[in-house]
């Protein structure tokens, strides 16, 4: 029994934190599909910093800040909807 407790709770310290991250879908602020990607591959956030550089208004703000879908400490990773996803083998600069 009390191996049986040990074995699980390995399992959850060590397993679940990885399939965690690996399920990336999520629902943006406005409830669209979106999926769990840092901001440098999403087009809007690149779309929106190349507009208004350092003087994001403040709604945009709020916006991207009410996207995020992972602690702080893992990066700025937030939902981004399925549209503007970069893929990963795809250059991320504006084009």
Excluded at 2 to 22: A, D, E, H, K, S
Excluded at 54 to 79: A, N
Aim: aromatic share 10%.
């Amino acid at each position: 029994m009390r191996r049986t407790f040990r074995l699980i709770f390995l399992w959850l310290l060590i397993l679940l934190p990885t399939l965690c991250r690996t399920h990336r879908s999520c629902q943006t602020p406005d409830k669209n599909s979106g999926k769990c990607v840092h901001f440098s591959s999403c087009r809007f956030v690149l779309q929106q910093y190349a507009m208004y550089k350092e003087h994001m208004p403040p709604h945009i703000m709020r916006f991207l800040q009410r996207s995020r879908c992972r602690p702080k400490v893992d990066g700025y990773h937030l939902c981004c909807e399925l549209k503007d996803v970069i893929p990963a083998n795809v250059n991320s600069k504006l084009k």
